[in-house]
């Protein structure tokens, strides 16, 4: 017991010493301590949310693989391994200082190219930041390599997909987001509405995509001579789906991450980001089983896809009911838009301009009409401005750089290599070595007059699924 009060005694002598020798807490040093724990707070937020964001690269991949052929799962993967490492090293080099770095004209940014805002010893967040926008760079570059899928050179995908990272997007970036770091874009001056990116991620991918399969033109056998639309089915529908999970998942640091703080607000941006994404699946459900007597599962997946893309512009500034309005519209555009650019001989095979292009553009004005303080003309008139802004210099710029590239490297690729399919003709090797798929030569390929005059069976159409 003696021992036990010992002890205590000397314990307590110690804490009233170190008691004493501390100086008392201030409002000053308590508000210095609140501010370090938000920073902090701030800068893992971020940067878990890029690496959300990052993972929806996986997601891409697993999409555009799915609803493609095999023979060309191994150039799928190649190129979404391309889009993020060029994308990273052009968007250090030239993409980031265009999009924040200082303007005085609000077009473009002339300062932090290499990351030179960084100094040794100082403030550490342009590289948290530059870590969030690099991510964003990346996923407007692989939303064009679906609508080219199958046929396009990898040489030639390489350069747009750096010209993309490093030109295109940055430029339209700083009109819009400048402000985030050291820049100021005209758009956002004006009150442009896109908080997450409807249009400065997705759009501007959508109508880079456009512009590429146009150029590129439809893949072999897509379209008979007599205008008709024959279906090249996926070879793996699971492996689709799953990247549709996987990007749905990535959403949630998409949109929340945003923000870049940690901070109350995100909360309703998850809550309007999933219920976005839920009504956009049901309604493009509910439209394809309406218009062609099944539920399809492309279309519900890529229903799901339009509603994320649709809330990325209002997710912070539309309430949940909203949300499930924005999303059920882009649900039943996607479900439309895919069948027009097909009537119009545009082959795009993951849909990746409906679901980005289109329903982006749907996104962004919907953020305009649903917005919490209210609806006036002067939102309207500046969220179409900024639509057709994006429209008019992403599908002129990335037009021009395809053109370039088809007449000098050559953008598509032969007739006997897209028949072949690119994991041969193009990298050498075979994504399933142990399976054996039926090719070209064994339908007696002569052209898309054969596809037109083989029975309109559903396994007819699996056989030119697999040429």
Not at 268 to 292: E, Q, R
Not at 327 to 348: C, R, T, Y
Request: hydrophobic share 50%; proline share 3%.
């Amino acid at each position: 017991m003696k021992y036990f009060v010992t002890l205590f005694t000397l314990f307590v002598c110690f804490l009233s010493t170190a008691v004493a020798g501390d100086e008392p807490p201030t409002a000053i040093t308590n508000n210095e301590a609140i501010a370090l724990v938000q920073s902090h707070a701030d800068y893992i937020w971020t940067l878990v949310c890029a690496v959300l964001v990052f993972f929806m690269q996986a997601g891409f991949a697993m999409v555009e693989a799915g609803f493609t052929r095999a023979k060309n799962a191994i150039n799928i993967m190649m190129k979404n391994l391309m889009d993020f490492s060029m994308g990273s090293i052009m968007y250090w080099a030239f993409g980031f200082g265009l999009m924040f770095g200082v303007s005085k004209t609000g077009f473009f940014g002339t300062t932090g190219f290499f990351l030179s805002d960084f100094e040794i010893g100082g403030d550490p967040w342009v590289l948290a930041f530059w870590m969030f926008q690099v991510v964003f760079a990346a996923t407007a570059a692989t939303i064009v390599s679906g609508a080219m899928a199958e046929r396009t050179k990898f040489v030639g995908y390489l350069l747009y997909s750096a010209c993309i990272t490093g030109l295109i997007y940055p430029i339209f970036g700083s009109w819009a987001w400048g402000s985030l770091f050291n820049g100021s874009g005209w758009l956002e001056g004006l009150g442009f509405i896109d908080f997450a990116g409807s249009t400065v991620v997705h759009s501007v991918g959508g109508w880079a995509a456009l512009a590429g399969a146009m150029v590129l033109g439809p893949r072999l056998g897509k379209y008979t001579s007599a205008g008709g639309v024959k279906p090249i089915l996926g070879h793996n529908i699971p492996l689709a789906a799953l990247g549709v999970f996987i990007l749905w998942v990535g959403w949630f640091g998409f949109n929340p991450g945003s923000t870049t703080a940690a901070n109350k607000d995100i909360a309703m941006i998850f809550v309007n980001t999933n219920l976005a994404a839920a009504a956009g699946a049901i309604f493009a459900m509910f439209v394809s089983w309406f218009k062609f007597g099944k539920p399809e599962v492309g279309m519900s997946l890529n229903g799901a896809l339009a509603g994320l893309v649709g809330i990325t512009a209002g997710c912070a500034n539309v309430t949940p009911s909203s949300a499930i309005i924005i999303g059920s519209v882009a649900g039943v555009l996607v479900v439309f838009s895919v069948v027009f650019f097909d009537k119009i001989k545009i082959d795009d095979p993951v849909g990746a301009v409906s679901v980005h292009g289109v329903c982006g553009a749907w996104g962004t004005l919907a953020a305009g009409i649903f917005n919490i303080g209210g609806v006036t003309l002067k939102i309207l008139s500046v969220q179409l401005i900024g639509i057709a802004a994006c429209f008019v210099w992403t599908f002129a710029a990335g037009y021009a750089i395809f053109k370039i590239i088809d007449m000098t490297v050559g953008l598509r690729v032969s007739k006997e290599e897209e028949l072949e399919g690119l994991d041969a003709t193009e990298h050498g090797g075979n994504a399933y070595p142990d399976f054996t798929t039926i090719n070209h030569s064994s339908m007696g390929y002569g052209g898309s007059d054969d596809f037109a005059r083989a029975p309109a069976s559903y396994a007819s159409k699996k056989l030119a699924s697999d040429i």
